[in-house]
């Protein structure tokens, strides 16, 4: 709602001149390896860092829904962009989802993006296939109840921009005793000591995320940031379901706008193209049609499922223990679908789109990425294989 209390639409925020400047500029973040800072500067003013925050916590009011529409919407602008400001938007998602459960500590997620703050995802880290249930970050509890993390976090998107590093580790006074909960979450701020982000984004696609690792040495997180404490291995905590659910959705938001995209582009250039021997755009030709039809047709069934998920997601439906296989399976359709249209797009397209400086090469190398996050296409079949054939002996 705005101070006179009319509800801000999609397109209040996102409104077509801004999309035209993301659009414009992610080339040149693309060729020179920028963080997209300009992008983020604008959706910050435009309101859109607190798109997800309930109106009582100062934010816009939207639910799920529309924030995985918008982002989708994004991502066909700009998907680096998109990616990177998908990291705030999974904590604030979290958040969300925690305080609706009953877990105010989560609140200073919700308050703190309304005023302005930037969060970033510390979570990955170097080996670590546990990903959420185990860490090799070093957590040190001190008297105060402030905890002090030391140990290396990979890929932490936003590193130029975040003022607020979700983060969590495992206590150095952990003995491995049942019932213990030694993995530390909590939120660093940005004017802690510390830690220092390495100089080591140079990547095929994505490079406007500026995803550089983050060295944590005794960066010390004050009691009050410190939100919780779990087990380790795979549990049904509700932060666990927070994580995953926003994670896993958002990120296919991420990379369905990428498919959005390249279909939009195939169509134009089949339309641009004109055959020697017919005379006729390629548009008209029944291969061509048939191929980007193929590639709209997966299009559609992941838009069905993306939709579905986030509704699902954003009402809490009672899904029981077919959740983590429905969430892995839209990621994994997501990050799938978006290589297959551009795959489609390409072929389709002429040799001229295999230039660097095309969009769809661009795309190309941006919907790459998708195969690294996780879950990934290991760890979600080992998810789906467990949930219908049950766990290996
Ligand atoms: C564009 C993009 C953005 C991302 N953004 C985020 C984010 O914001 N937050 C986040 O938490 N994650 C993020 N991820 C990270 C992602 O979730 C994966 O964790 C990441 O891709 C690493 O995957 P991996 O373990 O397969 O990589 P690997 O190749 O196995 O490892 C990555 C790095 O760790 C080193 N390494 C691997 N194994 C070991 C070992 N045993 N000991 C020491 N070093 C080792 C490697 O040398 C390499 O430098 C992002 C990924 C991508 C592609």
């Not at 296939?129 to 001190?142: I, M, R």
């Not at 390409?346 to 790459?368: F, I, M, P, V």
């Amino acid at each position: 709602m705005t101070d006179e209390g009319a509800y801000v639409s999609i397109s209040d925020v996102l409104t077509p001149d801004l999309l035209h400047r993301i659009r414009e500029r992610a080339p040149g973040y693309d060729e020179r390896n920028e963080f997209c800072a300009e992008d983020l500067d604008e959706l910050q003013q435009a309101g859109y860092l607190k798109a997800l925050v309930p109106e009582e916590f100062g934010g816009l009011g939207w639910d799920l829904r529309q924030l995985v529409e918008t982002q989708r919407r994004l991502s066909a602008y700009a998907p680096a962009t998109a990616l990177a400001v998908n990291m705030h938007h999974v904590w604030v998602s979290v958040g969300r989802q925690m305080v609706r459960r009953g877990h105010p500590e989560f609140e200073q997620v919700l308050t703190e993006s309304s005023e302005g703050h930037i969060f970033a995802f510390g979570i990955s880290e170097p080996g670590n296939d546990a990903v959420l249930f185990d860490s090799s970050t070093a957590a040190q509890a001190n008297d105060d109840g402030s905890v002090s993390f030391t140990g290396t976090k990979i890929f932490t998107t936003l590193s130029p921009a975040w003022t607020r590093l979700g983060l969590f580790g495992k206590d150095t006074a952990a003995t491995g005793e049942e019932g213990e909960t030694p993995l530390i979450f909590g939120f660093l701020p940005r004017e802690a000591e510390g830690w220092r982000a390495a100089d080591d984004w140079d990547v095929l696609g994505m490079r406007a995320t500026h995803s550089n690792s983050t060295l944590l040495d005794g960066a010390t997180v004050p009691a009050q940031r410190i939100v919780r404490r779990l087990p380790t291995g795979p549990n049904q905590d509700p932060l666990v379901f927070a994580i995953f659910s926003s994670f896993l959705t958002l990120l296919s938001a991420v990379y369905t706008g990428i498919g959005d995209r390249a279909l939009q582009l195939g169509a134009e250039h089949a339309a641009a193209r004109e055959a020697l021997t017919t005379g006729e755009t390629l548009d008209q030709d029944p291969d061509i049609r048939y191929k980007l039809a193929e590639a709209q047709l997966r299009q559609l069934a992941l838009d069905a499922q993306l939709r579905s998920i986030a509704a699902e997601v954003e009402a809490g439906a009672e899904h029981g223990p077919s959740w983590f296989p429905r969430l892995v399976t839209l990621r994994t359709t997501a990050t799938r679908t978006a290589r297959a249209v551009l795959d489609a797009a390409l072929g389709t397209s002429g040799g001229a789109q295999y230039r660097r400086t095309s969009e769809l090469s661009r795309l190309y190398r941006d919907a790459l990425a998708g195969i690294h996050h996780p879950s990934d296409d290991e760890s979600a079949h080992r998810t789906l294989a467990n949930y219908l054939l049950g766990p290996l002996k």
